[in-house]
Every structure is written in C-alpha cells, then in structure tokens.
C-alpha cells in the first residue's frame, strides 16, 4: 500500500533536524564561553525580550516559551543568579512573580555569544542566497503565526490541489 503524501512533505521533521543540528553546533562553539545550552538559552531569551522593548520576561513565561518545567527553569535561575547572570526583579504586577533581567556581568558574555551564534548561522547559511533566506523567514514566521494564533485568528486554509484534499479528508487514525 501507498503511503499518502501530506501537504508538508516531511517540513516538521527537517525543521525539528535544522534546529537540533543548529543547537548542537552552538553549544560545541559556546563551549569556550563556559555556558551551558540551558543558559544561553536563558540569556538569549532575556536579551531577546530587552532588546525587542517587550515587557521583561517573568519565570512562568519563560518555562513556557522554553518548554520546561517552571520548577527546572526556576532552578537553573537560581544557578545563574549565584553566578551573577541573572537578575530577579518583583513584578509590579504580580507579587509572586520576578521578571528576570541580564546583570552588567553576563553583557559580554551575551555579546561573545552572539558573535559565536553569528558565524553559526553563517556557516549553515553557505550557499543560501538572501532572497531564499527572506522567503523561508517568511513562510516559517507565517507557520509559527497559525501555531501560535487563538482559534478564532487562524487563517483560512488556501485552496488545495485534489490530491491534497482527498488525504486531508480521510481519516488515517
């Protein structure tokens, strides 16, 4: 029997591929840094967070945005924090919550992570010209939009070729 063919075309998989293999390289490189791939995660993120002027990041939005558990987030913050990388900040907001904040010790760190993830990308763009680069953001941002959006914000789906239809519609489950 025919395996059916969905509109995808394996896009998960290689996606999920693209990110662990970027991952890996970074962490090989930022190894000279003496950072773990939890902390500069963390630190990207609080970084990220600061230099886009959004709100300041607070612990349950991290985990979440991380995809770990608060108490294993909360945990490696606590590592960070007695290394002087972190900064916990009450949330105006929320007594029971802290935003987190890079110290002026981690910035450089931040910076020579940076570079380091720089010429990761660089090296895995090789042979990417800037106009394929400008259309799998594009997509990708768009995927992440109809992953990320409330039901009632979702797109409607585009026209689809036959083929595609008829395998949608068959349940395989």
């Known amino acids: 029997m025919q395996q059916p063919t969905y509109p995808g075309k394996g896009l998960g998989i290689l996606v999920h591929d693209v990110g662990r293999l970027m991952r890996r390289l970074i962490d090989a490189k930022a190894q000279s840094l003496g950072l773990t791939s939890a902390q500069w995660r963390v630190m990207s993120a609080v970084y990220r967070a600061e230099y886009q002027k959004q709100e300041p990041l607070n612990q349950a939005a991290l985990a979440d945005q991380m995809d770990v558990e608060p108490i294993t987030l909360s945990r490696q913050i606590d590592r960070m924090q007695a290394a002087g990388l972190i900064e916990r900040r ?3 907001g929320d007594r029971r919550a802290y935003r987190l904040f890079l110290t002026e010790e981690a910035r450089p760190l931040v910076a020579e992570f940076r570079a ?57 489950t």
């Open 90 to 92: 009450p949330d105006p």
């Open 116 to 172: 380091i993830a720089g010429e990761c990308v660089n090296e895995a763009l090789a042979g990417v010209t800037d106009a394929e680069i400008d259309l799998v953001n594009d997509v990708l941002s768009r995927i992440r939009a109809n992953l990320v959006a409330k039901p009632e914000e979702k797109h409607p789906e585009p026209e689809r070729p036959a083929a595609a239809k008829r395998v949608k519609e068959t349940n395989l």
